[in-house]
């Protein structure tokens, strides 16, 4: 996140203001403002980073902790695979920089400093999956409003950094997280998906999971009546929502799978979260979600589904498993941005969870993107 400081874009040269200094939250500042409005509430305040020097990888401990844990939890889970959450590097520039002397000498920077987490996770035969709000969620972040064609040079500085720091590794175990924020705000000033779907679908990675069960965004599952899924990729949309306290029915939840199987093909879809549940639902709240989040329902509307992550009726050994990592700490880990729940005393997503592949026709699996 930028700085507290007020900063102002001008045509052709766009810098990241303050959070409090967001359009949305200008536009609805009472709102923001009222404790009771429930759109920061909880959220307990924390010092932002600086750089202030040359950008080097030290988590080597902290991730291999993390990736042992993993493996542990999908063991006991009896599950095969699993991701693990790091930031792109755009997201990772996003905080204050006071050492580096452009936009993109801080973004490579970035890149190359986490691209020895990102090959730590492949390597350790796990998917890495890179949370990107910054493709999405900057555009509100600018201010005032920028034009497009200034913002997709912004965000296409941050595509290539991305991609250089994703280079020679296996695309089919990187997938990438676009999300518009995870807080409960108005959202009025958010980017439509279609002004930015070229851009994210220029991130060397095997799947791309995206905010589509949020009201503010599920119209645009038409973006993908005029986008063509590459040959070999997914899509892993959102079917249950962070943003509402309301569980969704199944039904509903299968008629966003199916609308999506439709488009792209019932083989590339893996049903998900929209982004992380925990700190934004409670999280009995967040396990009725999880249930409600499958594909068993959609067959009754549709063709069986190979590729659609199914998840319904009571919590199965899968869930034990998934609950053994909470009650353990497992499941906590230092990321903050994600589409992937955790237990409310956390940030906002735990670093890793399980993961679902395609699957053949008729039967189901799991695609817990959520770590509880």
């Known amino acids: 996140m930028a700085d507290a400081k007020v900063s102002r874009s001008t045509p052709g040269n766009i810098v990241l203001t303050s959070f409090p200094d967001r359009r949305d939250r200008q536009k609805f500042n009472d709102a923001y403002n009222d404790p009771s409005s429930g759109i920061l509430a909880h959220r307990k305040s924390v010092s932002q980073p600086k750089i202030a020097g040359p950008l080097t990888y030290t988590g080597q401990g902290l991730v291999g902790s993390d990736i042992a844990n ?7 889970a009896g599950l095969a695979e699993g991701f693990v959450a790091s930031l792109s590097p755009g997201s990772c520039a996003r905080v204050a920089n ?11 920077a970035c890149a190359d400093a986490m691209r020895e987490e990102y090959k730590a996770i492949i390597d ?36 290539e950094a991305t991609n250089w720091a994703l280079r020679d590794l296996p695309a089919e175990q990187v997938r990438l997280h676009v999300c518009w924020g995870s807080w409960h705000g108005p959202h009025t000033t958010d980017i439509p998906f279609a002004d930015i779907i070229g851009s994210v679908m ?62 792209v093909g019932r083989e590339n879809v893996i049903a998900s979260t929209d982004c992380g549940l925990g700190g934004r639902v409670h999280p009995q709240i967040a396990f009725a979600k999880l249930e409600a989040l499958g594909g068993r329902r959609a067959p009754r509307h549709h063709a069986p589904l190979a590729g659609i992550a199914a998840l319904q009726g009571p919590p199965g050994p899968h869930f ?13 880990g230092p990321h903050h941005i994600s589409n992937h729940a955790v237990p409310e005393h956390a940030h906002s997503t735990p670093r890793y969870g399980a993961a679902a592949s395609p699957i053949p026709a008729g039967d189901t699996a799991i695609h817990d993107s959520t770590g509880y």
Not at 70 to 76: I, V
Not at 98 to 108: P, Q
Not at 320 to 332: D, N, R, Y
Request: glycine share 6%; charged share 25%; proline share 5%.
């Open 70 to 76: 993993l493996k542990t939890g999908l063991a006991s």
């Open 98 to 108: 006071e050492y580096y002397t452009t936009d993109e000498e801080l973004l490579y």
């Open 124 to 159: 350790a035969g796990l998917t890495v999956q890179l949370d990107d709000p910054s493709l999405a969620e900057s555009w509100d972040q600018i201010n005032p409003e920028p034009s497009l064609a200034d913002y997709l040079k912004f965000i296409q500085l941050r595509v």
């Open 202 to 263: 220029q991130v060397n990675a095997g799947a791309y999971s995206f905010e589509a069960a949020n009201v503010r965004h599920e119209h645009e599952w038409r973006v993908w009546e005029d986008t063509k899924l590459p040959e070999g990729k997914v899509i892993i949309p959102g079917v249950v929502s962070h943003a509402t306290n309301v569980v969704e029915h199944p039904d509903l939840v299968a008629d966003r799978i199916v609308r999506f199987a439709d488009l």
């Open 320 to 332: 034990a498993g998934l609950a053994k990592l909470v009650e353990t700490g497992q499941a906590i």
